[in-house]
């Protein structure tokens, strides 16, 4: 009886993974190429002709001129591509305690001015450790720091915000935000 | 419109389109696995015919359900070997640019036990371990020959409560082609498309490195390639959940976008959900269907609520930190530890939800980080057994067997020999019903006693206190349950962690298989006894509210305690450190 069913058995395993494990995705890949080749090949961003990231992957940012994104928990840096990952802190541990103060404290080193309430995703790691976004709120809390290290009226800043502000799909699905890396390249463009 | 009401309705569209779905889809699986001639069958038809000619496969002749659950076994535990054999040998097989060399030996067998009984628990990172030809001709071909055997088990109870008189359940090779071929793989098809249209990578090239704005004279970012858009799409309508990454659906790479992010939610649920509908068609009474789909709706609807009104209320102790974790026109607010910008709460929330009452396990959000009562949402739609709506196909037969139970207590209430479907409920359903309902309690809670014991489990803990119990408990609900996600701060990639939990994948999958395979053997060969005025109707709100008792009788008793010494208990020291 078993060695009647090991014959179907074992040919339908490697039919299957020819079809499903080499063709499909071959396909896929083939169409995909054909007619959406920027997104299937990682949505790059190019500068004077140089690739400078992807419009899906944050950027690490802690120079004052900048806007920053969120925490990422990435190792050994933030923001490693290649090691995707949040900080998996509980909520009552104290480490998550310490580094939300950490990131408050840095937040505010450099605009002394702001006693404001921060936004919450300024100082919590995203899933990713590479999320590419902030929220609205978080990219007004940074134009006064950004507006004093550059020099610029920070109206000028409020309205970059406002412009690559994406909203919800049909006003429902996901949440408002700013694409960090796209922002910092419209805001070297300012001058 | 606060955040709750917009949560509300975002739930209220999701199910609604759920719901529009259901019908069609369950008609249309009802109708290829039973081999009705459609647009389909003569699409796919030859593929099919070529498939049974090469492996010698005779689709007129049926199995008995013992022959039914042995080919099924070996089928499987021939895609263990290989699959752990294409993980050891890597090195030396193609598509490989990044030179990965063999996973270790227990990581290996850990995975390989994981994707094929659809658990897709990771305790390695994909994106630093697999080759491209690991993840695309190992792990995503059992993504699809997992749920495929998930469906063609649950016909196969199906026609076991349908027929009656007869010896056989089926043909296990040709439910599994049929499911392959004419449910998963056109569906797969589509979504991988549109998926890969929102920004989903899917190519066979070497890592890229580009020079971020800030820094780029200093040092490189290096961005991850490869196969992900066909490989996602398999991984949500498989409810499989093993993510191309090591942030699985948060990586913006497998889910770039709101759009994808409700995409890949609905592909999760819609098999699932529709399959009631399939049982109502294959019984002769749709509304047997409904019945089981109104209690999955009410587990499924009061569960998600609790994990978002918790998630949105936010962490306490920051508020002490001048934390603005208010929801307003600039922010969601909430606890966004661990979360994505784009997704906010609400379609984590939801995530959260989808991807634990079913069997999937992919995660758009770091469940460990979530707040206590938010945290104790996922842990418990995976103790209750994954059935609402549950994993594709184990959903459907799972929520069985707890009617089967149901009118069991039914009958003992009121003094008659308990029926379900025309069929009588014996000694020997019932012996097998408890197998299939007990076994997965009996690992999860040994498993953890196991961990929490020894130090090779303990020294796994990331978090401290009560939550560092909650993340064993989780790891073990988890792997039993076979759904994959984590609290993912354990530290699981270790001998000790994947030997048990694959152990505990292996038992929790097919040991309840088996049990209901049996019974529907048993209940094929009865007799039908006709509708009486005696008999009780298992398609109104009575049958309804019998169901969810059983279940949450079961699902409480076996767990609180466990409960209690982890979320319920961090819950009340959160409150308390207020």
């Known amino acids: 009886m078993m060695l009647r069913l090991i014959r179907p058995a074992l040919c339908l395993l490697l039919a299957m993974t020819c079809l499903l494990g080499i063709a499909y995705p071959l396909l896929i890949t083939g169409l995909a190429r054909l007619a959406f080749a920027h997104q299937a090949t990682g949505?790059?961003?190019?500068?004077?002709?140089?690739?400078?990231?992807?419009?899906?992957?944050?950027?690490?940012?802690?120079?004052?001129?900048?806007?920053?994104?969120?925490?990422?928990?990435?190792?050994?840096?933030?923001?490693?591509?290649?090691?995707?990952?949040?900080?998996?802190?509980?909520?009552?541990?104290?480490?998550?305690?310490?580094?939300?103060?950490?990131?408050?404290?840095?937040?505010?080193?450099?605009?002394?001015?702001?006693?404001?309430?921060?936004?919450?995703?300024?100082?919590?790691?995203?899933?990713?450790?590479?999320?590419?976004?902030?929220?609205?709120?978080?990219?007004?809390?940074?134009?006064?720091?950004?507006?004093?290290?550059?020099?610029?009226?920070?109206a000028n800043l409020e309205k970059l915000v406002a412009t690559h502000t994406q909203g919800k799909l049909f006003g429902l699905i996901g949440e408002l935000r700013v694409n960090v890396l796209e922002l910092n390249l419209a805001l070297d463009q300012l001058r | 419109m606060g955040p709750g009401t917009s949560f509300t309705i975002l739930l209220i569209v999701f199910l609604g389109i759920v719901l529009l779905c259901v019908k069609p889809l369950g008609r249309y699986i009802a109708d290829v696995m039973e081999g009705k001639p459609n647009f389909a069958r003569r699409i796919g038809g030859s593929v099919e015919t070529l498939m049974y000619r090469l492996c010698g496969i005779d689709a007129s002749v049926e199995m008995s359900w013992s022959r039914y659950t042995l080919g099924m076994l070996l089928f499987n535990v021939l895609g263990i070997v290989l699959l752990y054999a294409m993980q050891r040998l890597q090195g030396f097989l193609p598509l490989n640019p990044q030179h990965f060399s063999a996973v270790s030996p227990d990581s290996a067998f850990n995975t390989a036990i994981s994707f094929v009984s659809n658990t897709d628990w990771q305790g390695y990172s994909g994106e630093s371990t697999q080759s491209y030809f690991v993840q695309m001709?190992?792990?995503?071909?059992?993504?699809?020959?997992?749920?495929?055997?998930?469906?063609?088990?649950?016909?196969?109870v199906i026609r076991g409560f349908a027929r009656h008189s007869v010896?056989?359940?089926?043909?296990?090779?040709?439910?599994?082609?049929?499911?392959?071929?004419?449910?998963?793989?056109?569906?797969?098809?589509?979504?991988?498309?549109?998926?890969?249209?929102?920004g989903v990578i899917q190519n066979l090239e070497a890592y890229k490195g580009v020079a971020p704005i800030e820094s780029g004279l200093l040092h490189t970012q290096t961005l991850p390639m490869g196969p992900v858009a066909s490989q996602e799409a398999i991984k949500e309508l498989g409810t499989n959940g093993g993510g191309f990454f090591n942030a699985n659906s948060?990586?913006?790479?497998?889910?770039?976008?709101?759009?994808?992010?409700?995409?890949?939610?609905?592909?999760?649920?819609?098999?699932?959900f529709s399959l009631t509908y399939t049982f109502g068609r294959m019984v002769g009474d749709t509304r047997q269907g409904w019945a089981l789909l109104a209690a999955m709706l009410v587990l499924f609807v009061t569960l998600t609520q609790v994990a978002f009104h918790s998630e949105q209320r936010g962490n306490p102790l920051?508020?002490?930190?001048?934390?603005?974790?208010?929801?307003?026109?600039?922010?969601?607010?909430?606890?966004?530890?661990?979360?994505?910008?784009r997704f906010g709460i609400a379609a984590s929330a939801l995530f959260v939800a989808v991807t634990t009452a079913t069997s999937c396990g992919a995660v758009n959000t770091m469940h460990d980080s979530m707040l206590p009562l938010g945290g104790f949402v996922p842990l418990f739609f995976m103790q209750l057994?994954?059935?609402?709506?549950?994993?594709?196909?184990?959903?459907?037969?799972?929520?069985?067997?707890?009617?089967?139970?149901?009118?069991?207590?039914?009958?003992?209430?009121?003094?008659?020999?308990?029926?379900?479907?025309?069929?009588?409920?014996?000694?020997?359903?019932?012996?097998?019903?408890?197998?299939?309902?007990?076994?997965?309690?009996?690992?999860?809670?040994?498993?953890?006693?196991?961990?929490?014991?020894?130090?090779?489990?303990?020294?796994?803990?990331?978090?401290?206190?009560?939550?560092?119990?909650?993340?064993?408990?989780?790891?073990?609900?988890?792997?039993?349950?076979?759904?994959?996600?984590?609290?993912?701060?354990?530290?699981?990639?270790?001998?000790?962690?994947?030997?048990?939990?694959?152990?505990?994948?292996?038992?929790g999958r097919f040991w309840p298989m088996i049990a209901t395979l049996a019974i529907a053997g048993s209940l094929g060969a009865k007799k039908r006894i006709p509708v009486t005025e005696g008999t009780m109707p298992t398609h109104g709100p009575l049958f309804v509210s019998l169901l969810l008792g059983s279940i949450l009788l079961i699902g409480v008793l076996t767990y609180v305690p466990a409960l209690a010494l982890g979320p319920l208990v961090e819950h009340y020291f959160l409150m308390a450190a207020r």
């Open chain 2, 167 to 198: 010896a056989t359940i089926g043909n296990f090779w040709v439910d599994l082609t049929r499911a392959t071929l004419y449910v998963l793989l056109p569906l797969s098809m589509l979504l991988a498309l549109v998926l890969a249209s929102q």
């Open chain 2, 137 to 156: 001709a190992g792990l995503a071909v059992q993504n699809f020959l997992s749920a495929a055997t998930g469906i063609a088990v649950a016909v196969a």
């Open chain 2, 250 to 272: 948060a990586h913006p790479y497998e889910n770039p976008t709101p759009l994808t992010n409700f995409l890949e939610m609905l592909a999760i649920v819609l098999i699932p």
């Open chain 2, 385 to 507: 057994g994954e059935l609402a709506p549950g994993g594709v196909g184990s959903g459907i037969y799972s929520i069985l067997m707890f009617a089967v139970l149901g009118v069991f207590i039914a009958g003992l209430m009121i003094g008659r020999t308990p029926e379900y479907l025309g069929k009588k409920i014996e000694a020997y359903e019932m012996k097998m019903a408890s197998v299939f309902i007990l076994t997965t309690p009996f690992v999860v809670l040994l498993g953890t006693a196991v961990a929490v014991m020894c130090g090779a489990g303990v020294a796994g803990i990331a978090n401290p206190g009560p939550h560092g119990f909650s993340e064993i408990l989780y790891a073990f609900s988890s792997a039993a349950n076979n759904n994959g996600s984590a609290f993912a701060g354990l530290s699981a990639n270790t001998p000790f962690y994947n030997i048990a939990t694959g152990i505990a994948m292996w038992f």
């Open chain 2, 318 to 341: 920051l508020t002490a930190q001048q934390i603005d974790q208010s929801a307003s026109a600039g922010q969601p607010g909430g606890n966004m530890e661990g979360k994505e910008t």
């Open chain 1, 43 to 154: 949505s790059l961003l190019y500068r004077d002709g140089k690739a400078v990231g992807s419009s899906l992957i944050g950027q690490n940012f802690s120079d004052a001129k900048y806007f920053w994104g969120r925490p990422s928990a990435t190792l050994p840096e933030p923001y490693n591509g290649i090691a995707s990952s949040g900080s998996n802190l509980g909520p009552m541990n104290p480490a998550l305690i310490d580094q939300v103060k950490r990131h408050v404290a840095a937040l505010r080193a450099d605009a002394p001015a702001s006693r404001a309430p921060v936004p919450v995703d300024l100082v919590s790691a995203s899933a990713s450790g590479l999320d590419p976004d902030i929220s609205p709120a978080a990219a007004r809390y940074q134009i006064a720091r950004i507006a004093h290290a550059r020099g610029t009226a920070p």
